[in-house]
T-cell receptor
Framework: AQSVTQLDSQVPVFEEAPVELRCNYSSSVSVYLFWYVQYPNQGLQLLLK??????LVKSINGFEAEFNKSQTSFHLRKPSVHISDTAEYFC????????????FGSGTRLSIRP | GAVVSQHPSRVICKSGTSVKIECRSLDFQATTMFWYRQFPKQSLMLMAT?????????EQGVEKDKFLINHASLTLSTLTVTSAHPEDSSFYICSAYTDMNTEAFFGQGTRLTVV
């Protein structure tokens, strides 16, 4: 069975400050890891994903996440946040086939203060 | 990226009626589609997994007779909430998965309100 834990339900930060959203996963098999972002009353958008290869993956809007197998973590970071980054962020884990479910963490609400 | 269209985006229905939600992959063929339910300020809970031409696989605790899923083609899956009640009010999101991209693409969600 797979599971995802997001320890922080809410993370308030000031604009232009750095942020880290934590994610730990549990799985008995190799998995893919994802971060999704959800703006109010909208669906999910893929922010970035780790499939294989380099453990550091980056998105086009400045976020990055590092896969750490020994710590079973996939924390999301951004060195300087913007007001527009205010959203709900979900960490997710999926298996290696189309039959594999994507399991989501409980989400972290990132709120940016001016 | 690939586009998944979910319709309607919002629906209000009376208690006891049925509501159908469509999920379409517009520019790719989806080998698998997933249906999720999201309560306010909570995470997405997987309801069922559907593969084209076969019966959906429901998660534990999800009533298959209440939430009917039909996956008629590689580009269309529907979720019908039968005999809806106020407690069925929620945000429903579908996702479509293809082996080609090793990721799932999500629809914009449907907010169902049962009055």
């Amino acid at each position: 069975a797979q599971s995802v834990t997001q320890l922080d339900s809410q993370v308030p930060v000031f604009e232009e400050a750095p942020v880290e959203l934590r994610c730990n996963y549990s799985s008995s098999v190799s998995v893919y890891l994802f971060w999704y972002v959800q703006y109010p009353n909208q669906g999910l958008q893929l922010l970035l994903k780790y499939l294989s290869g380099s453990t550091l993956v980056k998105s086009i809007n400045g976020f990055e996440a590092e896969f750490n197998k020994s710590q079973t973590s996939f924390h999301l970071r951004k060195p300087s946040v913007h007001i527009s980054d205010t959203a709900e962020y979900f960490c997710a884990v999926g298996g290696y086939s189309s039959a594999s479910k994507i399991i989501f963490g409980s989400g972290t609400r990132l709120s940016i203060r001016p | 990226g690939a586009v998944v269209s979910q319709h309607p985006s919002r629906v209000i229905c009376k208690s006891g009626t049925s509501v159908k939600i469509e999920c379409r992959s517009l520019d790719f063929q989806a080998t698998t589609m997933f249906w999720y339910r999201q309560f306010p300020k909570q995470s997405l809970m997987l309801m069922a997994t559907s593969n084209e031409g076969s019966k959906a696989t429901y998660e534990q605790g999800v009533e298959k007779d209440k939430f009917l899923i039909n996956h008629a083609s590689l580009t269309l899956s529907t979720l019908t909430v039968t005999s809806a009640h106020p407690e069925d009010s929620s945000f429903y999101i579908c996702s479509a998965y293809t082996d080609m991209n090793t990721e799932a693409f999500f629809g914009q969600g449907t907010r169902l309100t049962v009055v």
